[in-house]
């Protein structure tokens, strides 16, 4: 007995309608357990105890999407999160991790070459060591596909259980990632049903390892208006797709484009804690000696009152005024603009004509 759509076998069966508290058990109709509580016993308990990845932002049973336009910087965001929580450093160098553990991520959407050259800017901008680093693992396109090939993703479920699925033990994966959901299935997106089923899976697969999932998804096309210039997103509406994908996940974080290697972190959806956290600017600095992520207050994206249009008054008056770009750029900071030299010099271009 298996679903036809997903190959399911007794046992995934099983764990799903236990995920949901159905009435099935390898197969047998069993009478389904229904428990309640009293609401004031409930209220005059203690709250139920949170814990953390990464503090005030990431629980440890979290199912979080990570949305955001191409080359935005998803994957390097989601491999210093696995390099934080190994290493047991803050994420970001804001939200403290409180105890460190095992992560492991998914990529079906990056060449090795690039996934190295990622992880060897992570190590050198950081300063890690091979401690820090020794607890993520890492699979670089397995080739899992839910749908089109449920054997063999019931297959490496079965090898994720059996190697980190073990709670309490070093093996145990605190974090799975997976890079991007768009490669892990052929599910029409725009099928509310398909989409709900395939994420029931992807919850089940969290369920049985007892961890938080991180699973990348991208973004619609960004709409233009009537003059071409592109529109602000509602981070509600940013996932490509079905409601649905927002709708069952715990936590949605937006990533925003504001200009290169600078973007918007909007934790859009929050189930875990009292309050979202609050937007915050996330800048990828890259130099000689490797890369890292910055935070800094956040600023709007273009297009909708953000560093074009703080910046330009100021560029406007430094032109007047015969001022060099490196002075113009200097009294752009000095306000309390945080924007590159190189795109304040693109400001300055479309103000001289």
């Given at each position: 007995?298996?679903?036809?759509y997903?190959?399911e076998?007794?046992?995934e069966a099983?764990?799903?309608?236990?995920?949901?508290?159905?009435?099935h058990?390898?197969?047998?109709v069993i009478?389904?357990?229904?428990?309640?509580?009293?609401v004031?016993?409930?209220?005059?308990?203690?709250p139920p105890?949170?814990?953390?990845?990464?503090?005030?932002?990431?629980?440890?049973n979290d199912?979080?999407?990570v949305?955001?336009?191409?080359?935005?910087g998803k994957?390097w965001?989601?491999s210093?999160?696995?390099?934080s929580?190994s290493?047991?450093?803050?994420?970001?160098?804001?939200?403290?991790?409180?105890?460190?553990?095992?992560?492991?991520?998914v990529?079906e959407?990056?060449h090795?070459y690039?996934?190295?050259r990622r992880?060897?800017?992570l190590?050198?901008?950081?300063?890690?060591?091979?401690?820090?680093?020794?607890?993520?693992?890492?699979f670089?396109?397995?080739?899992?596909?839910?749908?089109?090939?449920p054997?063999?993703f019931?297959?490496?479920f079965?090898?994720?259980k059996?190697?980190?699925?073990t709670?309490?033990t070093s093996?145990h994966?605190?974090?799975v990632?997976?890079?991007s959901l768009?490669?892990?299935?052929r599910?029409p997106?725009?099928d509310?049903?398909a989409m709900?089923?395939?994420?029931?899976?992807?919850r089940l697969?969290?369920?049985?390892?007892g961890?938080a999932?991180?699973?990348?998804?991208?973004?619609?096309?960004?709409a233009?208006?009537?003059?071409?210039k592109t529109?602000?997103?509602?981070p509600s509406?940013a996932?490509r797709?079905?409601?649905?994908l927002r709708a069952?996940?715990?936590q949605?974080?937006y990533?925003?484009?504001?200009?290169?290697?600078?973007?918007?972190?909007?934790?859009?959806k929050h189930?875990?804690?009292p309050?979202?956290?609050?937007?915050?600017?996330v800048v990828?600095v890259d130099?000689g000696d490797?890369?890292?992520f910055?935070?800094?207050?956040a600023?709007?994206?273009?297009g909708?009152?953000?560093l074009?249009?703080?910046?330009?008054?100021?560029?406007?008056?430094g032109?007047?005024?015969?001022l060099?770009?490196?002075?113009?750029h200097?009294?752009?900071?000095?306000?309390?603009?945080s924007?590159s030299?190189?795109?304040?010099r693109k400001?300055?271009?479309?103000?001289t004509?």
């Open positions: 007995m298996s679903n036809t997903y190959g076998t007794l046992e099983s764990a799903r309608a236990e995920l949901h508290g159905g009435p058990e390898y197969g047998k009478e389904p357990q229904f428990k309640s509580k009293l004031y016993d409930f209220v005059v308990d203690k105890s949170l814990r953390w990845i990464a503090q005030d932002l990431l629980g440890s199912l979080v999407m949305t955001a336009d191409p080359m935005v994957s965001l989601v210093h999160l696995a390099c929580l290493s047991g450093r803050p994420f970001l160098g804001k939200f403290a991790v409180p105890s460190g553990g095992l992560a492991v991520i990529d959407e990056q090795m690039e996934a190295w992880f060897r800017r190590v050198d901008g950081y300063k890690y060591s091979a401690a820090d680093v020794n607890n993520v693992r890492y670089n396109r397995p080739g899992l596909n839910i749908d089109a090939d054997q063999k019931n297959a490496f079965e090898h994720l059996r190697t980190f699925g709670a309490g093996a994966a605190r974090l990632i997976l890079d768009s490669r892990l299935h599910t997106e725009n509310a049903v709900a089923y395939l994420l029931e899976r992807i697969l969290q369920y049985k390892l961890c999932l991180v699973f990348i998804h991208h973004g619609r096309k960004a233009v208006d009537w003059r071409g529109v602000d997103t509602d509406q996932p797709g079905s409601s649905d069952v996940v715990d949605h974080w990533l925003r484009r504001v200009e290169n290697g600078r973007f918007n972190f909007i934790h859009d189930r875990t804690g309050k979202p956290v609050e937007p915050f600017d990828l130099s490797g890369t890292r910055d935070v800094e207050a600023t709007k994206p273009i909708a009152g953000g074009w249009a703080r910046a330009l008054p100021v560029v406007e008056k032109v007047l005024a015969n060099a770009p490196s002075k113009i200097a009294e752009c900071k000095a306000q309390g603009i924007i030299y190189e795109y304040c400001i300055i271009k479309k103000v004509g």
